[in-house]
């Protein structure tokens, strides 16, 4: 059984550590073969009533059954083994990492040439060299893309160049007063005489004006928009732009170190192929700007998994926040409080995505991938290791969708190459050394040259009690979303 198979109450209670299993050990053969791509999505079709998705109607009434048992401190089955120490768990939610692989493909899928295809890998050298001069993420870029290049990992990638976004696209979410004055920085010298209009734009000190970043916008979003349509022509099930991610751009302002959003324009131009796409946050700041552009949409749902705390920025994102008109529903909110670690962020996070999932059916997905909350970021927030990001995008892999990966926050450099490399492994079904080969950045890895992250011992805020609430609350959400959709589309079907 699959280590992600949520009837599997031992690796999902977040009530009691992670345990091992035994796992095939997997030939060198099968090691490097790439099995992240998917069966192909047809092209839009009607939204589909919940009882009718993929998913077997049998196995996710058992699922539910039992994962509501362990959450609400039900027996946990008989071959769950009893609590261990710290060093132990650490030990095992490595073991329990991983290649990307659904052990029930068939051989005759393993065999289709569709399965076959790389991920996409956004990367131009004039692209890392305009986010390594960003005021915020100073050469984090470069140290990421030189690390997964370090790893031999672009040879299991197919390499696409970006492209700038054009105006048009970028007026399809932002307003246009305010691309125009990104434009003005460019040719303006002098940049005190518009201080005072700057500010109006939200280009103060968490967005400094820079005359470059137009065209920094522009083609950071490009890459984005690059990747969604490597997707949408079939080039591969998986994308990625780890330049990408900047989630609380608004429309017409800049915000929380975002110019533009990228996220947005990508989900929109997917929409113009897949009828419904899932947005998932996994940075520790709440996705505002992604959740204002969609909280009215019954199209595109929001999942952002954040640090929820007076004074902690931007402030939004509580558990009530579900969205507004006919989009009510199709927000998701996970607020978690300080300290929050892979054994509750995981369990947690991959419930609630395996809910949506049922209820909402998507076509696509979007996963923002921003690392600010790994143990030893800046942010000083969340315990986390690259492992809980893994797992969650792992879970997220086994869907076989459409998928875009991208970056975002992430201010510690070398913990944020450590964590994007190990995603990219993943991505790639490669299994790496958990020691730093040689390379530009190598002295940034000191003083243990190591890929691995280690908790740290940040006190967890976050009580048993606290994280059996938001899972009970949002899956109560999810379940009127279902109802309420099932007898939307009953009625629908009365009248014609």
């Not at 510690?412 to 450590?418: C, D, E, L």
């Not at 993943?426 to 050394?433: A, D, E, F, T, Y």
Request: net charge negative; with cysteine; aromatic share 8%.
């Amino acid at each position: 059984m699959d280590v992600f198979d949520l009837s599997s109450q031992e690796e999902f209670s977040p009530l009691k550590p992670l345990t091992k299993r035994a796992r095939r050990i997997l030939t060198p053969a099968e090691d490097n073969e790439v099995s992240t791509n998917s069966v192909t999505r047809g092209e839009k079709e009607p939204f589909p009533a919940p009882a009718e998705d993929k998913v077997s109607t049998d196995s996710v009434t058992s699922d539910e059954k039992e994962l509501s048992s362990t959450l609400t401190g039900g027996t946990l089955n008989s071959q769950s083994v009893g609590p261990c120490n710290a060093s132990q768990q650490r030990e095992d939610l490595s073991e329990l990492c991983p290649r990307i692989r659904d052990t029930t493909v068939s051989s005759k899928a393993q065999s289709d040439p569709d399965k076959q295809k790389k991920p996409v890998y956004i990367y131009s050298p004039e692209l890392i060299q305009r986010c390594d001069a960003m005021p915020k993420i100073i050469n984090r870029a470069s140290k990421v893309h030189t690390l997964i290049e370090a790893y031999g990992l672009l040879n299991s990638m197919q390499v696409v160049p970006p492209r700038s976004a054009t105006l048009e696209e970028m007026l399809g979410f932002h307003a246009e007063d305010y691309i125009q004055f990104l434009s003005l920085l460019g040719r303006q010298t002098d940049e005190e005489k518009l201080e005072e209009e700057s500010e109006q734009y939200g280009l103060t000190y968490d967005c400094p004006i820079n005359r470059h970043v137009y065209t920094y916008a522009a083609l950071t979003s490009g890459a984005s928009l690059r990747a969604a349509e490597c997707l949408m022509e079939g080039q591969s099930q998986v994308a990625v732009n780890w330049c990408g991610g900047w989630h609380h751009a608004k429309r017409d302002m800049a915000s929380g170190f975002c110019y533009i959003n990228d996220i947005v324009l990508a989900i929109l131009k997917l929409r113009e192929k897949y009828d419904r796409v899932l947005y998932v946050d996994l940075d520790v700041h709440h996705g505002d700007g992604v959740e204002e552009a969609f909280c009215g949409s019954t199209r595109v749902m929001t999942i952002s998994v954040h640090k929820y705390s007076p004074g902690f920025f931007p402030g939004s994102g509580g558990l009530d926040s579900i969205g507004v008109g006919k989009g009510r529903g199709y927000t998701v909110n996970i607020p978690l409080l300080e300290g929050a670690r892979d054994e509750e962020f995981v369990p947690l996070v991959c419930r609630v995505l395996h809910k949506a999932r049922e209820v909402f059916s998507p076509q696509a997905l979007v996963c923002q991938c921003g690392a600010d909350g790994l143990s030893g970021d800046p942010m000083d927030s969340f315990s986390l290791t690259p492992t809980a990001y893994s797992r969650c995008l792992q879970f997220m892999l086994q869907w076989r969708l459409p998928t875009l990966v991208l970056g975002g926050g992430g201010y510690n450099s070398p913990n944020t190459a450590r964590c994007w490399t190990h995603l990219t492994a993943i991505l790639c079904g490669r299994k790496l050394s958990s020691e730093v080969p040689d390379h530009k950045f190598f002295m940034s890895y000191g003083p243990d040259f190591e890929l691995n992250i280690s908790p740290g011992n940040r006190k967890n805020m976050n009580s048993k009690e606290a994280v059996r609430r938001i899972h009970n609350t949002i899956i109560e959400n999810l379940d009127k979303l279902k109802s309420s959709s099932s007898q939307q589309q009953e009625k629908t079907q009365s009248t014609n």
